[in-house]
């Protein structure tokens, strides 16, 4: 029974945030990493894209909550996807003809994309400030919880209880289904195959004929798509604040530089790694070692490893060591 | 000799009779800044004073009585400086103000204790400033937040708690504030099993609720703010059914609490500073007839504030600041007739005729230690989705 406890509390406070977590930085770090991939560049300008394509789904969650359209125990904002992809596309791709394809024709070299795309990181970032302004904003509706954490100590009689909210479930089930989409893509049609022939050799893939113009667009619809599905699911799960995702930045460049930069599945593993770091290093462990551990071993203080205001600090030190003995990630991606 | 020792008397009766004709209070608000919505009623408290007792016409044979204002901007010390020291200049009798702790602190230290000037803060909540050196010329009639955890300490030991778990937002108010409730506690016998730092602003608490649960104790207690952290910490405590009762200190009151959070709040408790009673009411009443919210926070504290200056004026028949300062003590506790709003020319006149007063006021005056409220608290708990005051303490 106490490791039944044990588990539920593990669980209740470790796993199930951490995995929603690691969901929603592997969608992120799948952006930043494709964009390095084929664009050759760092995009500091990806968490504000998740911030843009958000507040579009938050903007049309409202009008469809207006309308009286809902979901049933879904939030609403999975309606209002589709259209916030939509928006984001159009943006990134203008964001793309104006800014970016200048500098690619002018064979600029990538430091100089990168602090360019920090100059579209503060432009977005204003442009969402100025649309929704720099305050929280909640669009989340439908049921809130799959299992509550009152309703499981009554059905099991276990002391602890779990909760796994509706937008915990729903960012793993949207996570499984956008990575296994993304995967059959790049794997299967001649696209995406073409996508990752430009990644390995541009050079090469130029000669065999593959239009440049055109794989850079299709990165960039991608990229949007992942970008706002990974907005809009840390806002449901979370809130959303724009700010917020400025600062999820770091843990997401950190995701796809310790699983490899360019490489798909670094980047999702990278993602669970820093999420999963990041919770148990900064979790309280004595809740759960009371219960498993002896009488005579029962610790006195809280084992914590670091505390709580240290959580970003995690993601700096992996990636220091990621660098330092392992520059181009635990998946063999490109040297940074 | 002769000729200018008239000339120094006629003068000196001169600014005698000029003074009593016209008695300038600054009052130093933040009318811009974090609390640019609460100055206004503030201002408006302090002004209604000087109002009737202009009117009265009681003060010190007649005198009237301004109001200069003046901006701090709350956390602006600069401004709030030079726009003290712009008060002095302008030959002010005492300053009501600052407003916020922070700025209360500078005016005192760079403007009124160098130019010997009286103050009366009607909201600086802050601890620190009870032990800082004021030559005796710094009162306040808000209580300090240290007052506020001797409070919360009692209702936490009535409601048989015995152990707790507090977080913070990571400020002065709110260290200063959980280190209060934890000192307080802990001498009455409870146990605090852990005192956490949250920030404001994230989207995401779990972590530092899992810290605090893993921690446990009979209820958290959040000593932070409603449209912040606080509320972020409560949901997510709900959430992941980690607490489900919340101990909520003056920054978490508020009707937005409850219906941000819903019926899950039902049962959690608190205090905030304020004062029920006659004269609450009779403020409140004068305060409408005015054209103003006397209910505003610290509203009524600076109708208090401007009502203490020009009592003790009169008791010291000066209206210099070294007279009178010695003076607000006495007019403000007991023995004496109880004074309540409204009835400050009743005031002035027993203090005319030589006998001692004890203001009450608006907010239930009692000023202890260096000069600073006792504080009345209204114990609230939320019942059925709203904050009810159930005892005042």
Known sequence: MDFLNALVALSNFVLVPAIAYGSQLALGALGVTLIYGILRFSNF?????????????????????????????????????????????????????LVYRFYREQKAKPVILVIVSMGVMFIMNGLVRFIIGPDD?????????????????????????????????????????????????????????????????????????????????????????????????????????????????????????????????????????????????????????????PESLEPSGLVQFLSTDYKFAVSFVILLIVLLFKPTGLFKGKAV | MKKLLTATAATALLAGTAMAEDVKLGVLFGFTGPIESLAPAMGSGAELAMAEVTES??????????????????IDNGLATSNGERMIADGVAGIIGGDCSGVTGAILQNVAIPNGMVMISPSATSPGLSTMEDNGLFFRTAPSDAREGEV????????????????????????????????????????????????????????EVGALASAGGDILVVAGYLDQGGLGIIQSALDSGAFDTFGLPGGMIGDSLPANVGPDLNGSFGQIAGSGGEGAEKYFAMAEAAGFDGSSPYSPESYDAAALFMLAMQAAGSTAPA???????????????????????????LLAAGQDIDYVGASGVELIGPGESAGSYREIEVTDGENKTVNFR
């Not at chain 1, 939509?86 to 964001?95: A, E, K, M, P």
């Not at chain 1, 059905?155 to 479930?169: D, V």
């Not at chain 1, 980047?267 to 790694?273: H, L, R, T, V």
């Not at chain 2, 016409?57 to 709350?74: H, I, M, N």
Request: aromatic content about 10%.
């Open chain 2, 57 to 74: 016409g009681k003060l010190l044979e007649g005198a009237t009585v301004t109001a200069s204002r003046a901006d701090t901007g709350c």
């Open chain 1, 137 to 293: 904003q909640r669009f989340s509706d439908g049921a809130r919880f799959i299992v509550s954490a009152r309703d499981f100590k009554a059905m099991t009689g276990l002391r602890e209880g779990l909760a796994i909210k509706t937008s915990q479930g729903i960012t793993v089930i949207v996570a499984v289904v956008a990575v296994a989409l993304l995967f059959w893509f790049l794997n299967k049609t001649r696209t995406g195959k073409s996508m990752r022939a430009y990644s390995d050799n541009e050079d090469l893939a130029l000669l065999s004929g593959i239009n440049p113009e055109r794989v850079v667009m299709i990165t960039w619809i991608i990229v949007a798509a992942l970008a706002t599905t990974a907005g809009v699911l840390y806002g449901l799960d979370k809130s959303f604040k724009p700010f917020v995702y400025f600062q999820l930045l770091l843990p997401i460049f950190a995701s796809a530089i310790v699983g490899g930069l360019g490489n798909p599945i670094g980047a999702i593993a990278g993602g669970f790694i820093i999420a999963f770091s990041e919770v148990t290093i900064t979790y309280a462990w004595k809740k759960v070692l009371t219960y498993v551990a």
């Open chain 2, 323 to 349: 007279d009178y300062g010695a003076k607000i003590m006495d007019v403000a506790n007991e023995p004496g007739e109880k004074i309540y709003p409204g009835e400050l020319a009743k005031g002035l006149e």
């Open chain 2, 152 to 207: 919360m300490a009692d209702i936490l030991k009535d409601r048989g708690i015995n152990s707790i778990a507090l977080t913070y937002t990571n400020n002065d108010y709110g260290k200063g504030l959980a280190d209060a409730i934890q000192s307080s506690f802990e001498a009455a016998g409870g146990e605090v099993t852990i005192v956490a730092a949250h920030e404001d602003g994230k989207a995401d608490y779990s972590a």
């Open chain 1, 45 to 97: 300008a990806h968490g504000d894209t998740m911030a843009f394509g958000a507040m579009i789904a938050v903007l049309v969650t409202w009008g469809l909550q207006a309308a009286g359209v809902s979901f049933g125990p879904l939030p609403t904002a999975l309606l209002a996807l589709p259209f916030a992809i939509l928006g984001c596309i159009v943006l990134v791709l203008i964001t793309d003809r």
